[in-house]
Nanobody
Framework: QVRVEESGGGSVQAGGSLLLSCRIS????????MGWFRQLPRKAREQIQT???????SVADSMKGRVSMFKDIVKNSLELRLNNLKSDDTGVYIC???????????????WGRGTQVTVSS
C-alpha cells in the first residue's frame, strides 16, 4: 500500500523560501508516478509537477522558475523547494504517489493530507 506524508509547510514573508518534504512508503521514489499539487483558496487543485519512470513533467506556469522538485533516495522522499514566494501562493500543498510506472488519466494515487503554506506580504 502506497502512503505519503508531507511536512515542511509554515509561514513566510513574501520573497521567502520553503522546503517541503513528502515521505513515501510502499514504492521507491521516482520509480512510479508521484508529484506535488496545491489547493489554493476558492480554486481547483493544481498540479505543480510530477515525476515517473518517463522523467519529470513540466512545471505549472504559475510556479515556473520558482520551484525545484527532486528526489531524496536516502529518505525515500520527494522534495519541493519553493522560492520567491508570493501571497498568492498561500494554500495547502499536497503530495501524491501511486504504484503506476507512468502518470496518466487513469492513475489513482494515494494522497497526503497536505501541508499549509502561508505567505504574508
Amino acid at each position: 500500500q502506497v502512503r505519503v506524508e508531507e511536512s515542511g509547510g509554515g509561514s513566510v514573508q513574501a520573497g521567502g523560501s520553503l522546503l517541503l518534504s513528502c515521505r513515501i512508503s510502499g514504492v521507491t521514489v521516482g520509480r512510479t508516478c508521484m508529484g506535488w499539487f496545491r489547493q489554493l483558496p476558492r480554486k481547483a487543485r493544481e498540479q505543480i509537477q510530477t515525476v515517473s519512470t518517463s522523467g519529470y513533467s513540466s512545471v505549472a506556469d504559475s510556479m515556473k522558475g520558482r520551484v525545484s522538485m527532486f528526489k531524496d533516495i536516502v529518505k525515500n522522499s520527494l522534495e519541493l523547494r519553493l522560492n520567491n514566494l508570493k501571497s498568492d501562493d498561500t494554500g495547502v500543498y499536497i503530495c501524491a504517489a501511486s504504484d503506476s510506472h507512468l502518470c496518466s488519466a487513469s492513475t489513482h494515487p494515494s494522497w497526503g493530507r497536505g501541508t499549509q503554506v502561508t505567505v504574508s506580504s
